[in-house]
């Protein structure tokens, strides 16, 4: 599903409000992470959910504007952006041979042999190859 880029200097904003509001994790919920939100706010009575809001908080502006959309971003077009529907320069066959390698780590992924975090940064890594 497509939405709206997120902001790296308001998911940090969030994150340190959550260092001196009563309740934490609203930067969680802004970044598309609901689990991680309500784990914050069933946590909120100790001091872990401060003190992670505010090194997650440092975490996001010390990370440069093209990491944090690829961490958050990655399925979001921003308004105004024209889509490219052909790529320039890439190699058909390396692309055929991604898409192959996509299809194996699918099958593992589905087998049970590798988790969904495994997968997806697998296929991060082999997606970065085409771009």
Request: hydrophobic share 45%; proline share 5%; aromatic share 10%.
């Amino acid at each position: 599903m497509l939405s709206k880029p997120k902001n790296r200097k308001l998911a940090a904003i969030l994150a340190f409000s959550g260092a001196v509001v009563p309740i934490a994790g609203f930067h969680k919920f802004y970044l598309g992470q609901p689990l991680w939100g309500m784990l914050y706010l069933l946590l909120c009575w100790t001091p872990i959910p401060k003190v992670a809001s505010v090194i997650e908080g440092f975490w996001y502006l010390a990370q440069g504007q093209d990491e944090f959309d690829r961490n958050f971003n990655l399925n979001v077009i921003p308004a105004g952006a024209s889509v490219q529907t052909q790529s320039v320069g890439v190699d058909p066959a390396q692309v055929g041979a991604i898409a192959d390698a996509l299809r194996q780590l699918d099958s593992l992924r589905q087998d049970g042999l590798m988790s969904e975090y495994e997968f997806e940064q697998k296929r991060r890594q082999l997606l970065d190859r085409i771009a």
